[in-house]
């Protein structure tokens, strides 16, 4: 059973900093795709970042320049680091992996508060 565990959310002012870690029970390189995605209240859960099993990586526009997606094969974890963050970052944030289907964190909560 590949299980995906994030952790490392909490409360932020704005203009702080989080960082994101999402443990795999698998190497990360069997996932095509490993990434970041979020849902606030009452919106779609959106991308905010993604990373290939080369490496490539993809941002929304939102996040560009303030978050980073790395990946730790040794360790098998992928994290998010974040960085100036801001009111309408607050979502809760899942750790998302793509190997023969989808896989999903549990998610955890980001407040950043103003």
């Known amino acids: 059973q590949v299980q995906l565990v994030e952790s490392g959310g909490g409360l932020v002012q704005a203009g702080g900093s989080l960082r994101l870690s999402c443990a795999a029970s698998t190497r990360v390189l069997n996932f095509n795709l490993m990434g970041w995605y979020r849902q606030a209240p009452g919106k779609q859960r959106e991308l905010v970042a993604g990373?290939?099993?080369?490496?490539?990586?993809n941002y929304a526009d939102s996040v560009k320049g303030r978050f980073t997606i790395s990946r730790d094969n040794a360790k098998n974890t992928v994290a998010l680091q974040m960085n100036s963050l801001k009111p309408e970052d607050t979502a809760v944030y899942f750790c998302?992996?793509?190997?023969?289907?989808?896989?999903w964190g549990q998610g955890t909560q980001v407040t950043v508060s103003s």
């Open positions: 990373m290939t099993s080369v490496g490539i990586t």
């Open positions: 998302h992996g793509r190997w023969i289907r989808d896989y």
